[in-house]
């Protein structure tokens, strides 16, 4: 049962465009969700977050928004750069007992971002 | 280098051995959790302490284990190997509390062939 799923599996997108990346989820107990982004050979990443209590976080390029009706996430880069192609993973975490601080993440995402 | 480390890098062994993994959380960090990526898939969580104490469990099998030692490193055993057991083993640490996300290691290849 995968809780946090990520449909597009690759994204390509032109130097300077935007690029959205989406992220739907299962779970109504989640309340804090994060992107993380990960170059081959490397760790993810620490992108940006949200908490439940927002719609909308920004930081610099980098947009998330929180659609908590459709129970859908986005991630919103403008402007794209070449520097930015990697894959991307959406998470999603609840503070109930038990569940520590353990992060549930979708599949990722490949974004091509071409000069 | 996120300050997460991780050894060894790389590990090839055969199917029925163990092995052990090796973390070593950010400084001041205090919760260690442990990752399995299989496959270009997404991560799936196994285990997390703090400060050397078991807090949350995700499907981890029963031939795996993991420990945090007193001076906060972390190790994850994996006995039993199959060939299914091939993935990328992430560690990540993070402050807690006032989580706000973690800090992954680099990471460790496991080939059971």
């Known amino acids: 049962d995968q809780q946090v799923k990520q449909n597009s599996p690759s994204l390509s997108v032109q130097e300077g465009r935007i690029s959205i990346l989406n992220c739907d989820y299962t779970n109504s107990m989640f309340d804090y969700f994060l992107w993380y982004k990960k170059y081959p050979a490397e760790g993810p990443t620490f992108l940006i977050s949200?908490?439940?209590?927002?719609d909308k976080n920004e930081d610099g390029r980098f947009t998330v928004f929180l659609n908590k009706s459709a129970k859908h996430l986005s991630l919103h880069i403008v402007p794209s750069q070449p520097g930015d192609s990697a894959v991307y993973f959406c998470a999603a975490s609840w503070g109930g007992r038990g569940a520590g601080n353990m992060l549930t993440f979708g599949g990722g995402t490949r974004l091509m971002v071409k000069p | 280098d996120s300050g997460v480390t991780q050894t060894p890098k790389h590990l090839i062994t055969a199917t029925g051995q163990r092995v052990t993994l090796r973390c070593s959380p950010r400084s001041g960090d205090l919760s260690v959790y442990w990752y399995q990526q299989s496959l270009d898939q997404g991560l799936q969580f196994l285990i997390q302490y703090y400060n050397g104490e078991e807090r949350a469990k995700g499907n981890i099998l029963e031939r795996f284990s993991a420990q945090q030692f007193p001076d906060l490193h972390s190790e994850l055993n994996l006995s039993s190997l199959e060939l299914g057991d091939s993935a990328l083993y992430f560690c990540?640490?993070?402050?807690?509390?006032?989580?706000?996300?973690?800090?992954f290691g680099s990471g460790t290849r496991l080939t059971v062939v």
């Open positions: 949200i908490s439940s209590i927002k």
């Open positions: 990540a640490s993070s402050v807690d509390p006032g989580f706000i996300g973690y800090t």
